[in-house]
């Protein structure tokens, strides 16, 4: 069997894995999507919660959106086309919700905002969880401080669009996520994500989730705000294929319903050998693609070998997580180590090191092998050659491909 691993924007990696050994490539489930506009459209002018967003904006004098930065696949563009055509678009402000993201390039500011960015530039502010300035909204049950930017505490009318997606540790993107870290501080982010070291912090799990709890209880000191959302999820070609506006928890947790129909994946068998790939925006480094490994070892079998595959365009994304990785070749010391404690980036080495535990991390990335070795990691030069190498260490390993890792959820039937 030939399969093509997506590598990178366009790139592909042509792997041949014999049909003995072959279990299949899964990908999140086809669906059938609409016109983006009319989708979009129908779910604007029906909302959750509110008469219509005309009688929602209607007097609102300090308008904000709150859209994601471009490692998300979210259609922010397509959405403004459709608003364009029921609102003027220069009447709000766009906040970019970051969490502790660098700023966009010029080439991200025009995925996000597709033709209006020439129009709207002059009314986007990129958060900077560091720099901005942020207000204290009090402490949540967890202890978590919840500072978020006033931009955001200060407007009288706050839009959300964003998009639904299963996630590692908070149980599903979309929704309050926008919030908090979206556009919350670097110590509130810090506080938060510690939380993901729990064991029910983990994808698709909302109750018992202390990450979520905590971000619903950032809304709740708000709850007085008025907020409209236009929550989508996306098929596996990033098309539109459902859309849901209005109040916000009633738009989450109607998307989550349709998230779990595309992205929660059966498969026949767990596998030897699971190559799992960061799909492009979200394989911008290593610190992002490790939601490929975390999704992918839901489909492995104790000590067998998860290949990610992902072109880390822009390096390791986050020194703190590498150096804990590096802290020594045994992944029970790692984590031993970052019990010690946290700063921001420990949860995705604990979530890696955890994996290294049972099961061996293999990988095809950009970056210089030597980073990948002291992170107890092994590089691959290509998909073919991980592959060729764990069937040589075991010929009769069962291979399962996962092309969309960072956000499809293989569940044993």
Same mark, same amino acid.
């Given at each position: 069997m030939i399969v093509d691993v997506k590598y990178g924007k366009d790139g592909v990696q042509k792997t041949s894995i014999p049909d003995p050994n072959y279990i299949g490539t899964f990908y999140p489930k086809d669906v059938v999507c609409g016109d983006p506009d009319e989708v979009i459209g129908s779910s604007i002018d029906n909302p959750l919660g509110y008469s219509s967003m005309e009688e929602f904006l209607e007097g609102g004098e300090d308008v904000v959106f709150i859209v994601n930065d471009g490692t998300r696949p979210t259609p922010t563009a397509k959405v403004l086309d459709a608003l364009s055509k029921r609102m003027d678009l220069r009447?709000?402000?766009?906040?970019?919700?970051t969490g502790t993201h660098r700023d966009m390039t010029r080439e991200e500011y025009d995925m996000v905002f597709g033709s209006h960015y020439e129009e709207l530039k002059d009314r986007i502010i990129c958060h900077d969880a560091k720099k901005s300035e942020c207000v204290n909204l009090g402490t949540s049950k967890n202890g978590t401080p919840m500072e978020v930017n006033k931009i955001a505490v200060d407007a009288d009318r706050l839009v959300i669009i964003t998009s639904v997606e299963p996630h590692y540790f908070a149980g599903y993107t979309g929704g309050r996520k926008s919030f908090l870290p979206g556009v919350a501080s670097y110590r509130t982010v810090e506080a938060n994500h510690k939380l993901a070291m729990s064991e029910a912090a983990q994808s698709l799990a909302l109750d018992g989730n202390p990450v979520h709890e905590d971000m619903m209880d950032a809304l709740e000191v708000i709850k007085g705000k008025r907020i409209f959302s236009i929550q989508m999820v996306l098929d596996r070609h990033q098309n539109i294929f459902k859309a849901a506006s209005g109040d916000l928890n009633e738009a989450f947790h109607k998307a989550i319903g349709w998230a779990n129909e595309v992205f929660s994946v059966p498969i026949p068998e767990k596998a030897d050998v699971v190559v799992s790939v960061a799909p492009y925006p979200m394989d911008v480094d290593l610190y992002q693609s490790q939601k490929a490994l975390d999704n992918g070892k839901w489909a492995l079998k104790e000590n067998g070998k998860i290949i990610?595959?992902?072109?880390?365009?822009?390096?390791?994304?986050?020194?703190?997580?590498?150096? #804990?990785?590096?802290?020594?070749?045994?992944?029970?010391?790692?984590?031993?180590?970052?019990?010690?404690?946290?700063?921001?980036?420990?949860h995705k080495a604990a979530k890696m090191a955890e994996i290294a535990t049972w099961a061996s991390i293999w990988a095809v990335t950009d970056l210089e092998p030597s980073l990948l070795e002291g992170a107890n990691i092994r590089p691959f030069p290509s998909? #073919?050659?991980?592959?060729?190498?764990?069937?040589?260490?075991?010929?009769?390993?069962?291979?399962?491909?996962?092309?969309?890792?960072?956000?499809?959820?293989?569940?044993?039937?």
């Open positions: 009447s709000a402000r766009y906040l970019i919700a990610m595959v992902s072109k880390c365009r822009e390096g390791t994304g986050s020194d703190t997580f590498l150096k #804990q990785l590096s802290t020594s070749s045994d992944p029970f010391e790692v984590l031993e180590n970052l019990k010690a404690e946290y700063k921001l980036g420990y998909v #073919q050659a991980a592959v060729d190498e764990a069937l040589r260490e075991n010929p009769s390993s069962r291979v399962m491909v996962l092309m969309d890792g960072s956000v499809t959820i293989p569940r044993l039937e």
